[in-house]
């Protein structure tokens, strides 16, 4: 008997490998063709995720085989939801946006879970259950709405700031929440309750000593020596380790995976390591929350939507209308303008992917029925399928309900006030626009740095040199640590809002990954790139950089001049010689792809003229400082037209002929090159 149970061990393991790897390859396959066709009509992913489960799932063609190996890869989809938004939570952020974050996500929580709990509590259900559902229905989708608020460029809009200081607010009640499920549950229940409350209390002040320690101490030093070693991989296995080692410490404590997995994240994320950190988790995040929302939709029995169908239907537009009118009820207390008020509730009327979390473990903790889960699915779904259709009939809803009296009258007595916008990213200081992104911090980049503050642009640096970036930072440099191949970091440098970025990095490869990623994320963006060999130029061009300089022919270049001064060659001879050499490697090289219009746009070579800055860093006495420009005459005594004028690291808006000019100031000029030189010796006259 043991010889036998020996030999048929290995085959049974055998069985179910196979079992659980063609469960994956069922899965992701039919994700595949689902999702596709779901975005052809322009719903959601994840409503594509939950059909695709919906129809693998035992309740209808029943493929996949091993749902609870499934359930366990889903497992890690939690992790990683919660895992990321600790990473991406920022108290400084946070603390710009507290009052749309605090009151209008409190109010908006609470009054929704106080309305379910009297309707719950008005139907016969328990105190618990009844506020339980109130949790339930209280949160939004932050995937869908986020997204499609993106895709409709309305983040940026009043209602988009309301909308995603709300969803912050939710994603992080998930953790409380999740707390109080033991005591709603009655665990709690009689004389020990007091007990367990305190015990509760106890858990939460010893992890967040724990999270405070860690965040402060350990990490950083951690991630520092970690991220010396230059090693991606090490990097990664460091991440997911931390994520998975405070989620199972938590768990042993008798609290959630999840909410060990948001602790996890929180203690990295206010180190210089986050966005890195977020980029290298992306990835398996998205991958591993797929399988989470497929075995939401597995556990959907159709049969329940096709048995009660009208109820279903009626408690979805319920769910919908309920949220629809709370929600504006809670943030009419930001005091926005109405019109903004009832974009926000429409966007948050549906219910979110964290209630499937909360679901699961109120299922498992007695306070939703197994028959009520299933409604509660059903109603769920359904609300994720409306919301694209919601938010489009949004905007002519509103517009027709501002055309009635009330909502001026309304907004008369609210006393609106502007909403002040969240940062659109998180490195230290204001947001950067038109602003220039240099990519490495070796010698070149400390050279363009050290030319930025001359000239007072503004600018930010990423540096894969984790020491670099240490000391740069208690400098008070505006630096990041990160792969500048990775679109999430580059996201976070202002990329999309950058007028340059100079990639002086030494390996090709990732130049030529970084070029190509930075030119998807901003087509117009100047991109600078310093390489070591001529040959690499080619394809830095064909994947879109806009300049590209050659350590090797530069260096070149300098030894030819140095070569033919000592034979006496007339300096303009050799000035000659290398700019045509220069362009003729530059002219063979540039791709022939590039638009006279977009040639224009980065270069300005008009035969016998020039476009010139000229700086007024004369003596006080000169005769152009201090004179207005109708006075200094620079189109009739030169010849020049002016363009404009650069004060104080700033463009100076507007320029007449009754503005001044300064000591310090820079006048952009253009003419011929002999008005230009003529002009620059009288600013430059002592």
């Known amino acids: 008997m043991g010889a036998a149970a020996v030999v048929a061990r290995p085959a049974l393991l055998r069985a179910m490998n196979h079992s659980l790897l063609y469960d994956l390859l069922v899965i992701l396959l039919l994700s595949v063709s689902v999702t596709l066709l779901f975005n052809r009509i322009r719903l959601p992913s994840i409503i594509g995720f939950l059909v695709t489960g919906m129809l693998a799932g035992p309740y209808a063609l029943g493929l996949v085989k091993v749902p609870a190996k499934v359930d366990q890869v889903a497992e890690m989809g939690i992790i990683m939801l919660m895992f990321t938004i600790g ?14 974050v605090f009151l209008g996500g409190t109010l908006q929580v609470g009054l929704t879970v106080a309305a379910v709990a009297v309707l719950g509590m008005a139907m016969g259900s328990s105190l618990g259950s009844a506020v339980f559902w109130g949790f339930l229905l209280s949160l939004s989708s932050t995937a869908i709405v986020l997204k499609l608020m993106q895709e409709r460029m309305e983040v940026e809009s009043v209602h988009g700031q309301i909308v995603l200081a709300i969803l912050l607010f939710q994603d992080l009640a998930v953790v409380p929440m999740m707390l109080l499920i033991p005591l709603l549950s009655g665990q709690g229940s009689g004389g020990n309750q007091f007990l367990v409350l305190g015990l509760m209390v106890a858990k939460i002040l010893a992890v967040v000593a724990m999270v405070g320690l860690s965040a402060r101490y350990l990490m950083p030093r951690l991630l520092l020596a970690v991220a010396r070693t230059r090693s991606r991989e090490l990097f990664l296995l460091t991440i997911i380790g931390t994520c998975l080692g405070v989620a199972v410490l938590t768990e042993q404590a008798g609290l959630s995976l999840a ?3 948001f602790l996890a994240g929180l203690i990295i994320s206010e180190s210089e390591y986050s966005y890195e950190a977020v980029s290298s988790v992306l990835p398996f995040r998205e991958v591993f929350a797929s399988f989470f929302f497929v075995s939401i939709g597995m556990l959907f029995d159709v049969h329940v939507l096709l048995a009660h169908p009208v109820q ?17 009820v809670a943030t009419a207390f930001l005091r926005a303008p109405v019109g903004e008020i009832l974009f926000t509730g429409m966007a948050l009327a549906q219910v979110g992917e964290f209630a499937f979390v909360l679901s699961r473990e ?11 889960y299933q409604i509660f699915l059903a109603i769920s779904v359904l609300t994720m399928c409306c919301t694209p259709g919601v938010m489009a009939l949004a905007r002519p809803v509103v517009a027709w309900v501002m055309r009635l009296p009330w909502p001026l009258e309304l907004e008369q007595r609210l006393h609106v006030a502007p909403v002040p916008p969240p940062p659109a990213v998180a490195t230290a200081g204001p947001p950067l626009t038109d602003h220039l992104v240099i990519v490495g911090y070796g010698l070149n980049g400390r050279n363009l740095v050290r030319a930025a503050k001359f000239a007072k642009l503004p600018y930010i640096i990423l540096e894969a040199d984790a020491d670099k ?9 505006r630096m990041m640590y990160g792969d500048v191949t990775h679109e999430h970091v580059l996201e ?4 999309v809002r950058a007028r340059v970025v100079m990639v002086a990095i030494s390996d090709p490869a990732a130049a030529l990954r970084a070029v190509a990623a930075i030119r998807r994320l901003n087509p117009l963006v100047c991109i600078l790139v310093r390489t070591l060999y001529v040959y690499e130029r080619k394809n830095l061009y064909h994947v879109g950089a806009t300049e590209v300089i050659a350590q090797e022919q530069e260096t070149s270049m300098e030894v030819l001049a140095h070569v033919l001064a000592r034979f006496l060659v007339p300096q303009d001879d050799i000035e000659k010689l290398i700019g045509e050499l220069r362009h003729g490697s530059h002219a063979m090289l540039r791709p022939h792809s590039l638009t006279k219009a977009a040639w224009a746009s980065i270069h300005l070579g008009l035969t016998g003229a020039e476009l010139a800055a000229v700086p007024v860093e004369a003596d006080p006495q000169t005769c152009l400082h201090g004179q207005v420009l109708s006075e200094a005459e620079l189109r009739r005594r030169f010849g020049l037209c002016l363009l404009a004028i650069r004060r104080d690291g700033a463009m100076l808006e507007p320029v007449t002929n009754e503005t001044a000019i300064l000591l310090h100031d820079t006048l952009y000029v253009f003419g011929k090159p002999a008005q230009v030189a003529q002009l620059l010796q009288v600013v430059e006259a002592a």
């Open 87 to 100: 990473l991406e939570f920022s108290v400084q952020n946070l603390g710009r946006m507290r009052r749309a």
């Open 259 to 261: 909410l060990g997995a």
């Open 312 to 328: 279903i239907v009626l408690l979805t537009i319920g769910v919908i209308l309920l949220k629809m009118l709370l929600t504006p």
């Open 362 to 372: 109120g299922l498992r903790a007695g306070l939703i029925r197994p028959d009520s």
């Open 469 to 477: 970036v240490h000391r740069g930072l208690k400098r008070g440099e």
């Open 492 to 495: 976070h440098l202002g990329v």
